[in-house]
Nanobody
Framework: QVQLVESGGGSVQAGGSLRLSCAAS????????MGWFRQAPGREREGVAF???????IYADSVKGRFTISKDNAKNTLYLQMNSLKPEDTANYYC?????????????????????WGQGTQVTVSS
């Protein structure tokens, strides 16, 4: 199973930016898709953004236009560029890989079933 290690989390004021990284232990080209979930205290985990092996992307409505998912296959690294951050973006962000089925947007959120998870990185946005 692929090992995923996130980095780049931290504290930022509203309106600021952060870039999360996820280093994979094997070639990302062998994964049909990769992406990011987040979970805030007292809330359910939600899909944020996913990228398919062909480069196609999908975003939750709450982050569309502010977040950008990308990958560098040569470095086996997945990224999430987060701009115009809001306090409601505060959560633990998890990298995920090996989708069991193609992710899709359901009720504004990305619904995805994945086979591998990272440990998470905390993002805190203050007002």
């Amino acid at each position: 199973q692929v090992q995923l290690v996130e980095s780049g989390g931290g504290s930022v004021q509203a309106g600021g930016s952060l870039r999360l990284s996820c280093a994979a232990s094997r070639s990302m080209s062998s994964s049909n898709c990769m992406g990011w979930f987040r979970q805030a205290p007292g809330r359910e985990r939600e899909g944020v953004a996913f990228i398919a092996s062909d480069g196609g992307t999908i975003y939750a409505d709450s982050v569309k236009g502010r977040f950008t998912i990308s990958k560098d296959n040569a470095k086996n690294t997945l990224y999430l560029q987060m701009n115009s951050l809001k306090p409601e973006d505060t959560a633990n962000y998890y990298c995920a890989a090996d989708c069991l089925r193609r992710p899709k947007v359901v009720a504004g959120e990305v619904a995805a079933d994945v086979g591998a998870w990272g440990q998470g990185t905390q993002v805190t946005v203050s007002s």
